[in-house]
């Protein structure tokens, strides 16, 4: 089993910028692949993210393609986003999800251990 702990989040302006961390305890990290979801008040959780056990291959949520960067550092068992030009709605919480599958998926079923979100508020 691995255990996810997401930090980074916070109140930005439009336009700004964050970086959510996510650091994994547990088992080897390198042996998931990971993503990062998001779920809005009164809206059901969505990809963002996504990338593979070894980091070749990532994908992302159309929306977010040019502004959000997903990595990871297997070494030190993290995995985190950079989001740039953020707008308000991206304000959600944010999800940090493991999964066994070499690739990377948007479906939440493909993830076996998840984070407990972080808040991601964007102000107009």
């Known amino acids: 089993q691995v255990q996810l702990l997401e930090s980074g989040g916070g109140l930005v302006q439009a336009g700004g910028s964050l970086r959510l961390s996510c650091a994994a305890s547990?088992?080897?990290?390198?042996?998931?692949?990971v993503a990062w979801f998001r779920q809005a008040p009164g809206k059901e959780r969505e990809f963002v993210a996504g990338?593979?056990?070894?980091?070749?291959?990532?994908t992302y949520k159309d929306s977010v393609k040019g502004r959000f960067t997903i990595s990871r550092d297997n070494a030190k068992n993290t995995v985190s986003l950079q989001m740039n030009n953020l707008k308000p709605e991206d304000t959600a919480v944010y999800y940090c999800?493991?999964?066994?599958?070499?690739?990377?998926?948007?479906?939440?079923?493909?993830?076996?251990?998840w984070g407990q979100g972080t808040q991601v508020t964007v102000s107009s």
């Open positions: 999800a493991a999964g066994d599958k070499y690739y990377s998926s948007s479906h939440l079923t493909r993830y076996d251990y």
């Open positions: 990338m593979s056990q070894t980091g070749e291959s990532t």
């Open positions: 547990g088992r080897t990290f390198s042996v998931y692949s």
